[in-house]
C-alpha cells in the first residue's frame, strides 16, 4: 500500500498511492498498552486465586457467607472478562491519511446515491433535515454523479413541501458555494459562523452576494416553519401515517431556464399498512436501495441519519480514495467517518461515555484488524456488497438497472412505487441476506457484522475536520431512551446464533470477533456487575461482614492494584485522545449511571424479546431543543427530568451507598473493625464520589432539572425493602 510503484488500471494511471496507512503512530501506546495488559492479567489471576481458596476453606474457619462471596466473585469474573475483550479494539490502532488531490480526472469518478432517512417531523425538525438534503447535495462532486434520495417514514406532507423548497433554494445556494469555494455548505452551519477561515474572502461582490442568500435562507426557513406551525396537510388533509400508499417525487424533472445543474433529488415514503412489519430504519434504506437502482443505481451509496449534516464537503472525495484504490477495492465494502456532534460542550461532555472512546480509540483499533463495525450514518458503502453474490436474483427480486434519459423520470417513478410496497419483500431475502438487515434495532452493527463474516473489509477516516455533524442527546432522557434502545438490540444479538464469539471466529479473525463481542455483551455484563458491586459489598458492610482482605494482608495490594491501574488506564486514555481528568470522571459518572438503569432495561428487553414476550420497537431520539435544557447542559448540570422507572433504581443505589458508607465509617472507628472494612468502606465512598451530581440533585438543587423529591423518597422506601432481602442474603 506504501510502496511507490506505478500502478495502471484501466485508463487511470497514477505513480502515487491515494491513501497511506501508518502502523507506527502509535508505537510507544502499542509497548505500553501491551506491557499493562500483561501486568494488569498477572494481577487478576492473584485476585482469582484468592477468591478461588475461599471455596476450599475448611467451613468451620469460613467467616463469609458464600452467597455474596461467590456474587461478587463471579462480577469480578465477568468484568474482566469485559476488561480482556476490550484489548482486541486496543491492540493495533492504524492512522489512515488520503490524497484525494491523486484522484483521476472528474469525468472518471463513479456515481454516489446519498440515502437520508426521516421518521417524525415533530422530533425532527424539517428544517434541520432539509439542512442534511442541502449539504448533501452540495457534497463536492460532479453533480451529474450525485444523487440524493430522502427516506420519509412519517409520510409527512411537510416534509415533502419542505423537500420542494429546498430544491428551490437549492438553486441559489449550490452556485454560491461552487463561485465562492465555501466548503462548509450545511447553510445553518455556514450561516452560524461555521466557516471562520474562510472569511478572508471579503470582495465587496462576496459581500453582496452573501447577504442576498441569507436573505433568501432566512425566507425559506421561514416558509418551512410558518407551514409547520400550521400543522399543514397539503393536498392529505385525513392522512394516516400508519396506512398509506406509496409516495415517491423525483424533484424539478423539468430544466429550468436559469440553466443550474443540480443533483437528482427524489423524495420518497414507502407504503405502510397495519400488522405489516415496516422493520424501522433498514427497511427504509432497503427500499432505497432498490429505488435508487432504477433511477441512478451509482456503485457507491452514502447513508446519513437526517440530523447528521454533511460538515465538510469534501467527504466524498477522500472516500473514493479508498474504493478507487485497485489493492484494497475488490473486498472494501464500506469507509466509515467517526459521528461528531455539533451541540456537545466539548470540556464537560457529561452524557458522552461511549461515542467519544468509540471513534477516538476503538474504530482506530478495528480499523487494524479488517475494519471498524458500520455505525449507522456517515459512510460509504459499495453497493455491491449489500448483495451477497451467491444467491440468484430471482431469490431477492433485485430491480435491474433501467435508468434511460435524465428527463424521462416520470415514467420511472410509476413503476418504482411496486418496489416501495409492503408486500414487496413478502418471502424474499431482503433484510437477512440481502440488505440492511433486520430483526433488530441495531440494523447497523448487525449488517456490520454479516458483511465481516462475508470477508468484507471496512476503513476508517477520521480527518481532522469533521466531515459530518450531528445532534446529539442533550438531556438524561434522551439518551436513557437511546442507550436502551441499543443495550436492547446489542443484547439481543449477543444472546442470539449471531453472538460473534460463536458466529464469528469461524468466519473472521479472533481479533475481530473479540471486538464485536465486546460491544454485543457490554451493557448485559455491565448491568450485572455493577448492580451486583453497588448492593452487596454495601449490604455486607451494613452487618458488618467483610468482602475484601485485611488491609494488612498482601492481596489486598493486589486489589488496590487493580483498581488504580484500572484508574490509570483510562485517564491515559484520556490523555491520549485528547480529554482531561474531568472527561475521565464523567465517563465513569455516566457508565455508572447507564448500567444500572439504560443498560438493565435494555438487557431485560432483550430477553423478554428471545422468549416473545415483547416486539421490537425504535423510538427516533428527540432532535428538538429546548432552551432551558441547553442552558443545564451547557452548565454541565444533569438534567433528571425522566421517568420514575429509570430513575429510582439509581436513586436506590444512592441511599443504599450513603447508608453503608455512614454506618461502615462508625463501625470502621468506633467498633475498631478499620481494617477488615476498609475496602467495603473505600468502595461505598468512591460510588457516591463519582455520583457526587446525583447527590447534589436529590439534595442541593432546587430547579427545574433537580431529582423530585417524590423520587427519593420512593428510593428511599425501595432501600428499605433492599435492605430486608440483602439480610436473607447474608445468612447463607
Ligand atoms: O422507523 C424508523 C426509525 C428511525 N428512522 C431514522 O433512523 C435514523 C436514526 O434514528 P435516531 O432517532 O437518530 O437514532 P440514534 O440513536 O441517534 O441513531 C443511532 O443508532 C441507530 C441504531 O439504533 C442507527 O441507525 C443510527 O445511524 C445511529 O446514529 C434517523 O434518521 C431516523 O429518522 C427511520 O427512518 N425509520
Ligand atoms: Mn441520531
Known amino acids: 500500500m506504501n510502496s511507490r510503484i506505478l500502478r495502471k488500471t484501466g485508463n487511470m494511471d497514477y505513480s502515487f498511492p491515494l491513501h497511506t496507512c501508518d502502523y507506527n503512530v502509535h508505537k510507544l501506546y502499542n509497548i505500553i498498552n501491551r506491557s499493562h495488559a500483561l501486568i494488569h492479567c498477572i494481577a487478576i489471576a492473584f485476585l482469582v486465586y484468592y477468591r478461588a481458596s475461599f471455596l476450599f476453606q475448611n467451613l468451620e ?6 452467597v455474596p462471596w461467590l456474587l461478587v466473585f463471579t462480577s469480578e469474573l465477568l468484568l474482566s472478562f469485559m476488561w480482556l475483550l476490550g484489548l482486541g479494539s486496543r491492540w493495533r490502532p492504524v492512522c ?7 484522484l483521476p480526472e472528474d469525468s472518471k469518478l463513479p456515481g454516489i446515491d446519498v440515502f437520508i432517512c426521516t421518521a417524525d417531523p415533530d422530533k425532527e425538525p424539517t428544517v434541520e433535515v432539509m439542512n442534511t438534503v442541502l449539504s448533501a447535495m452540495a457534497l463536492d462532486y460532479p453533480v451529474e454523479k450525485l444523487h440524493v434520495y430522502l427516506s420519509d417514514d412519517a409520510g409527512a406532507a411537510i416534509t415533502l413541501h419542505g423537500m420542494r423548497e429546498a430544491w428551490k433554494f437549492a438553486r441559489r445556494w449550490l452556485p454560491f458555494c461552487r463561485r465562492y469555494g465555501i466548503k462548509t455548505r450545511c447553510p445553518n452551519a455556514y450561516f452560524s459562523g461555521g466557516e471562520g477561515e474562510y472569511n478572508h474572502h471579503r470582495s465587496t461582490q462576496f459581500i453582496v452576494d452573501k447577504e442576498k442568500i441569507q436573505e433568501e435562507y432566512e425566507k425559506f426557513k421561514e416558509c418551512i416553519m410558518r407551514t409547520s406551525e400550521n400543522g399543514w396537510h397539503g393536498e392529505r388533509s385525513s392522512w394516516n401515517r400508519l396506512n398509506h400508499s406509496p409516495i415517491i417525487e423525483v ?4 430544466l429550468q431556464e436559469d440553466n443550474v445543474k443540480l443533483p437528482l433529488l427524489v423524495y420518497v415514503s414507502r407504503e405502510k399498512m397495519p400488522f405489516y412489519p415496516h422493520h424501522f430504519k433498514a427497511g427504509a434504506l432497503n427500499v432505497l436501495l432498490r429505488i435508487s437502482g432504477v433511477l441512478s443505481n451509482s456503485p457507491y451509496i452514502l447513508v446519513l441519519d437526517c440530523d447528521m449534516f454533511c460538515n465538510y464537503s469534501t467527504s466524498a472525495r477522500l472516500a473514493m480514495c479508498f474504493h478507487l484504490d485497485p489493492n484494497i477495492s475488490s473486498s472494501l465494502a464500506f469507509v466509515q467517518f467517526p459521528q461528531m456532534f455539533r451541540n456537545v460542550n466539548l470540556s464537560n461532555r457529561i452524557y458522552d461515555y461511549k461515542i467519544r472512546p468509540v471513534f477516538k480509540l476503538q474504530w482506530h483499533g478495528m480499523d487494524g484488524v479488517n475494519g471498524p463495525i458500520l455505525s449507522g450514518t456517515n459512510f460509504y458503502i459499495k453497493r455491491d456488497s449489500l448483495f451477497d453474490s451467491h444467491i440468484h436474483h430471482e431469490d431477492y427480486y433485485q430491480p ?11 415514467s420511472l417513478v410509476e413503476d418504482t412505487k411496486v418496489l416501495a410496497s409492503c408486500k414487496y419483500e413478502d418471502d424474499s431475502k431482503w433484510g437477512d441476506k440481502v440488505g440492511f438487515m433486520y430483526n433488530t434495532v441495531v440494523e447497523d452493527y448487525l449488517t456490520g457484522l454479516k458483511l465481516h463474516c462475508r470477508g468484507w473489509k471496512s476503513v476508517y477516516l477520521s480527518p ?14 434522551d439518551l436513557l431512551i437511546q442507550n436502551t434502545r441499543w443495550s436492547s438490540g446489542l443484547v439481543g444479538i449477543g444472546i442470539s446464533k449471531f453472538c460473534p464469539l460463536i458466529y464469528g471466529p469461524s468466519r473472521m479473525s479472533f481479533l475481530q470477533s473479540v471486538c464485536y463481542a465486546e460491544f454485543a455483551f457490554f451493557p448485559l455484563f455491565y448491568c450485572l456487575t455493577l448492580c451486583c458491586f453497588a448492593t452487596i459489598p454495601q449490604l455486607c458492610l451494613l452487618g458488618g461482614i467483610s468482602l475484601y482482605p485485611e488491609v494488612s494482608n498482601s492481596f489486598f495490594l493486589i ?3 487493580i483498581f488504580i491501574s484500572d484508574v490509570v488506564k483510562h485517564l491515559c486514555e484520556c490523555f491520549f485522545t485528547g480529554g482531561s481528568i474531568q ?7 455516566i457508565w455508572m449511571i447507564m448500567s444500572v438503569t439504560c443498560y438493565l432495561y435494555g438487557s431485560l428487553d432483550a430477553i423478554m424479546k428471545i422468549l416473545g414476550l415483547r416486539e421490537d420497537s425504535f423510538l427516533p431520539t428527540n432532535k428538538v431543543e429546548d432552551d432551558d435544557q441547553v442552558k443545564l447542559y451547557q452548565m454541565g448540570k444533569f438534567n433528571f427530568q425522566t421517568s420514575t422507572r429509570l430513575l429510582a433504581p439509581l436513586v436506590t443505589i444512592i441511599i443504599l451507598n450513603m447508608a453503608s458508607f455512614f454506618v461502615g465509617t462508625i463501625r470502621m472507628i468506633v467498633a475498631g473493625g478499620f481494617y477488615e472494612l476498609f475496602g467495603q468502606v473505600f468502595l461505598s465512598f468512591y460510588i457516591l464520589a463519582m455520583n457526587y451530581s446525583i447527590i447534589e440533585g436529590m439534595m442541593i438543587r432546587k430547579d427545574k432539572g433537580r431529582v423530585p423529591p417524590s423520587v427519593t423518597l420512593l428510593s428511599a422506601i425501595f432501600s428499605v425493602i433492599l435492605l430486608a432481602l440483602g439480610s436473607i442474603i447474608l445468612m447463607y
Open 400 to 410: 435491474g438497472s433501467l435508468r434511460t434519459v435524465a428527463d424521462d423520470y416520470s
Open 96 to 102: 489512515r491519511t488520503v490524497f484525494p488531490e491523486r
Open 61 to 66: 474457619i469460613r467467616a463469609t457467607p458464600i
Open 583 to 589: 472527561t475521565m470522571i464523567n465517563e465513569r459518572t
Open 464 to 477: 481532522a475536520k469533521p466531515c459530518f455533524l450531528g445532534t446529539s442527546p442533550t438531556n438524561l432522557n
Open 559 to 561: 486489589f488496590s492494584f
Open 251 to 254: 424533484m424539478g424533472d423539468t
